[in-house]
C-alpha cells in the first residue's frame, strides 16, 4: 500500500525533496547557485505535465486556469523568486497527484463489479475436469465447471441435470433458483448447489455480467458536466485574478506583490474539488448496487421536476401471480396443466412465465422435459412435452391479465392473473411528491387497472393509461415544450423509447441486458422501489457538495488575494495558504461519497 501511494506522489515528492535540498544549500551550506540550480531544475521537471496540459488546452481552443499557473511561476523566475516558483510546482502536482488519487479512491466501490467475475475456468472434457484457462480464449459451445459458491463467469446453457443458482446480483431476488437441464445460465449468478456443467453461449466480451461493468467502465471515462460548469466559473475567476494583479503592480509597481495575488488564485479548487465529487456521488451510488453510465445524470438529478413511472415492475412488482386456473377440457388435471404450462415456460423471462414456474413449484408439481421451445414476443410461447405440441398465448382482445394454454388449437386451460404493488410505492411516492416533484405515470394497462392502480396508492396522480411506446415519448415531448426536466423511470423494452428521450432515464434491471438498460442513463440492479429516491437523493447531494466546493474555494482564494493586493501576505506565505485551501476543498468534496 505504502509502495502504491509514494509511486503516485512521485513527482510531487521529488519536488518537495528538491527544494529541501535547495533550502540546505542556502541556508546551511551557502551555496547560493547551487541552490539556484536545484531549484529551477525541479522548477522544470515538475511543470513539464502543467506545460502540456496547457499546450492541448490551447490547441482545443478550451480556457483552463493553467494560465494563471504558468503566469504565476513566470513572474516568480522574473522577479528572482525561485523558491515561491517551486513551491507553486509544488502545489500543482501535489494537488493534481490528490485529485487523481482521491478519483480512484471514490470509484474504488465500482471495481468490485469486475473483481467477482474469476479471470479464469476449468474446461469438462470427456466427462472429467480438464485444464485451467483464461475466460477471455472461452469460445462458444466450450464445456466450463462451476463449482459450489463460484461466480458463473459466462452465459451458457446447463449441461449438468439441475442446479441451484443465486441470482441477487443481478435481480436483487434473495431465493435460490433452481435450473433444470437446458435451461439459461446467466454471467454474474453464483452457483448455490453442486460442481455444475455449462455448455458456454456467449463469450467474454458479450456476457450479461460484462454488459454491466461496460456500463461501469463507460461512466468513469465520462467528461462530468460540472468540470464544464468549473470552467465557466473559472473565466471569471480569471478576470478577477488579473484585475487585483493590475491593482497590486498600479499600487506598489513591484513584481512581488503581484506574485502574491497569482500564488494564492494557484491552483483554483475548480479544477481539484468537482470531478471527485462526481466521482465520489457516482462511488455511493455503487454501494447501493445503482449503475451511473453517464456522470451528467448526477447533475440533470439536481434539476428534475418532473418524474415519470411506468406502471409494471417499478410501482408494482412486475411479478403477476396466478389468481385463478380454469380447466377448460376436463381430460386434463390442474397438476397435468401446471406441467405442461412450466416446462415450457421455465426458460421464458416473461413476467407470466415466472408467475407459472412459481406456482408450480408452490404445488409441487414435477417438472417434465420440453423440447423445440420457441417464444415469439407478443404472441406467446410453444414447446413440445411427451411428444405432443402446446402453447401459451394471450386470449383474442379480452381484457385483464389472461393466457390460455392451447394444443392443436384446442384450448385448454386459462390462467388468469394480477400484479401488485411494491409495499414501499405508496410511501416513495408521497415522499417525492413532497420533495416538490411533480409525479405522472405513464401505463399500457386498460383505463380500469390504471384506475384500481390509483385507489391502491391512495394520492391524487396524473395517470394515462393504454400508452404505447409512442404515446409514452409524446407525453414527454409535450412536458419539454413547457420546459420541463424529467425522469423517465421504466423497466422493460416498451420504454427504451421513452428512456432515451427523458433528460435522465432509470430502469430497473430485473433481466439480462435489454434494450430498456441501453436507453437508460442510469441502470438500477434490482427492483427496490426506493432506489429511486435514494438516487435522486445523491443526485441533489453530490451537486450541493460540489457547488458548495466551488463558491468555498473561489471566496477564500478573492479573500486571500484582496489582502494580498494590499500587500498583507507575501508570496510565500500565500503559497502555503492556497495549498491550505485547495486541501480543505478536496477534503470537503470527498464528502460525496459517503452517506
Not at 183 to 210: A, E, H, P, Q
Not at 348 to 356: D, Y
Not at 416 to 421: A, K, L
Amino acid at each position: 500500500m505504502i509502495h502504491k501511494i509514494v509511486n503516485s506522489f512521485f513527482i510531487p515528492i521529488l519536488v518537495a525533496v528538491g527544494i529541501i535540498l535547495a533550502l540546505f544549500f542556502q541556508f546551511v551550506l551557502k551555496m547560493q547557485e547551487t541552490a539556484t540550480i536545484v531549484l529551477l531544475l525541479i522548477i522544470f521537471v515538475g511543470s513539464l505535465e502543467l506545460i502540456q496540459d496547457t499546450w492541448n488546452s490551447i490547441r482545443n481552443k478550451k480556457f483552463a486556469l493553467d494560465y494563471i499557473a504558468i503566469l504565476a511561476i513566470s513572474v516568480g523566475l522574473a522577479s528572482g523568486q525561485y523558491l515561491v516558483s517551486a513551491i507553486i510546482v509544488l502545489m500543482l502536482s501535489g494537488g493534481n497527484t490528490l485529485e487523481k488519487y482521491g478519483m480512484a479512491r471514490a470509484r474504488s466501490s465500482l471495481t468490485k463489479l469486475t473483481d467477482r467475475i474469476p479471470s479464469s475456468v476449468f474446461l469438462w472434457k470427456k466427462g472429467k475436469i480438464g485444464k485451467k484457462v483464461s475466460i477471455a480464449s472461452v469460445g462458444i459451445g466450450t464445456n466450463i465447471v462451476v463449482r459450489r459458491g463460484e461466480v458463473i463467469p459466462l452465459d451458457g446453457t446447463l449441461i449438468s441435470d439441475s442446479a441451484l443458482v443465486d441470482e441477487s446480483s443481478l435481480t436483487g431476488e434473495v431465493y435460490i433458483m433452481e435450473k433444470m437441464k437446458g435451461d439459461r445460465m446467466r454471467s454474474g449468478t453464483v452457483n448455490g448447489g453442486d460442481v455444475l456443467i455449462i455448455s458456454v453461449t456467449k463469450i467474454d466480451k458479450d456476457s450479461t455480467y460484462r454488459k454491466i461493468i461496460e456500463m461501469v467502465e463507460a461512466a468513469q471515462r465520462e467528461k462530468t458536466p460540472l468540470i464544464r460548469l468549473a470552467d465557466k466559473y473559472s473565466v471569471i475567476f480569471t478576470i478577477i485574478t488579473l484585475i487585483l494583479s493590475g491593482i497590486a503592480y498600479f499600487v506598489s509597481h513591484d513584481l512581488s506583490r503581484v506574485l502574491s495575488v497569482l500564488v494564492i488564485a494557484t491552483p483554483c479548487p475548480l479544477i481539484l474539488a468537482t470531478p471527485i465529487a462526481l466521482m465520489g456521488g457516482m462511488n455511493r451510488a455503487g454501494k447501493k448496487r445503482i449503475i451511473m453510465k453517464n456522470l451528467a445524470s448526477l447533475e440533470v438529478l439536481s434539476r428534475v421536476d418532473t418524474i415519470i413511472f411506468d406502471k409494471t415492475g417499478t410501482i408494482t412488482l412486475g411479478k403477476p401471480s396466478i389468481t385463478k386456473l380454469t380447466i377448460i377440457d376436463t381430460t386434463f388435471t390442474e397438476k397435468e396443466v401446471c406441467e405442461i404450462a412450466a416446462s415450457i415456460e421455465r426458460n421464458s423471462l416473461h413476467p407470466f412465465a415466472k408467475a407459472i414456474v412459481l406456482y408450480a413449484q408452490e404445488k409441487k408439481y414435477s417438472q417434465k422435459s420440453s423440447k423445440n421451445v420457441i417464444e415469439k414476443i407478443g404472441q406467446g410461447i410453444s414447446g413440445i412435452v411427451e411428444g405432443k405440441n402446446y402453447t401459451l398465448s394471450k386470449i383474442g382482445n379480452t381484457t385483464g391479465m389472461k393466457i390460455q394454454l392451447l394444443s392443436a388449437g384446442h384450448q385448454i386451460a386459462i390462467f388468469e392473473f394480477e400484479d401488485t404493488i411494491k409495499k414501499t410505492s405508496a410511501t416513495i411516492i408521497k415522499n417525492l411528491k413532497n420533495s416538490g416533484l411533480e409525479v405522472l405515470i405513464y401505463t399500457g394497462d386498460k383505463h380500469e387497472v390504471a384506475m384500481e392502480l390509483i385507489k391502491q396508492l391512495g394520492q391524487k396522480i396524473q395517470i394515462k393509461s393504454e400508452c404505447t411506446p409512442e404515446d409514452k415519448k409524446n407525453g414527454i415531448n409535450e412536458l419539454k415544450k413547457q420546459r420541463k426536466i424529467i425522469a423517465m423511470v421504466g423497466d422493460g423494452i416498451n420504454d427504451a423509447p421513452a428512456l432515451a428521450l427523458a433528460d435522465v432515464g432509470l430502469v430497473f434491471s430485473n433481466e439480462e441486458h435489454t434494450a430498456a438498460s441501453e436507453a437508460a442513463d442510469i441502470v438500477f440492479l434490482g427492483g427496490d422501489f426506493a432506489l429511486v429516491t435514494e438516487v435522486i437523493e445523491i443526485g441533489r447531494d453530490t451537486i450541493h457538495i460540489a457547488t458548495q466546493s466551488i463558491v468555498f474555494g473561489i471566496g477564500l482564494s478573492i479573500i486571500g488575494m484582496i489582502f494580498a493586493t494590499v500587500g498583507f501576505i507575501p508570496a510565500l506565505i500565500g503559497a502555503f495558504l492556497q495549498e491550505t485551501i485547495d486541501i480543505a476543498v478536496i477534503f470537503n468534496a470527498l464528502r460525496a461519497s459517503r452517506e
